[in-house]
Nanobody, 115 residues
Framework: QGRVVESGGGLVQPGGSLRLSCVAS????????MDWFRQAPGKQRELVAG???????NYVDSVKGRFTISRDNVKNTVYLQMNNLKPEDTAVYYC?????????WGQGTQVTVSS
């Protein structure tokens, strides 16, 4: 059974950086696209960044130039490097993949950007 587990969240000051990690197990990681979503209090969950099996990336406009998604198919891990963080980036960040219509979500990791 597939599973994804996030880590790396925390409290950071505006302008700071964090790197989130998501380790997948129970799926053939290398053939699936992987995504990072986030959900802020009172808001809908939104797609932040995605990376295809071939490494093609896409980002929501609000994080372009600040966030970088990458993957390591040997370690079955997807990363989200977040630089120049802003208070509006505060949210629970979730890792996601879709394996033949089965959606796998992690438990989420809290990112708080505050001075």
């Amino acid at each position: 059974q597939g599973r994804v587990v996030e880590s790396g969240g925390g409290l950071v000051q505006p302008g700071g950086s964090l790197r989130l990690s998501c380790v997948a197990s129970g799926i053939t990681f290398s053939i699936y696209a992987m995504d990072w979503f986030r959900q802020a209090p009172g808001k809908q969950r939104e797609l932040v960044a995605g990376i295809s099996s071939g490494g093609v990336t896409n980002y929501v406009d609000s994080v372009k130039g600040r966030f970088t998604i990458s993957r390591d198919n040997v370690k079955n891990t997807v990363y989200l490097q977040m630089n120049n963080l802003k208070p509006e980036d505060t949210a629970v960040y979730y890792c996601h993949t879709d394996s033949y219509g089965i959606h796998y979500w992690g438990q989420g990791t809290q990112v708080t950007v505050s001075s």
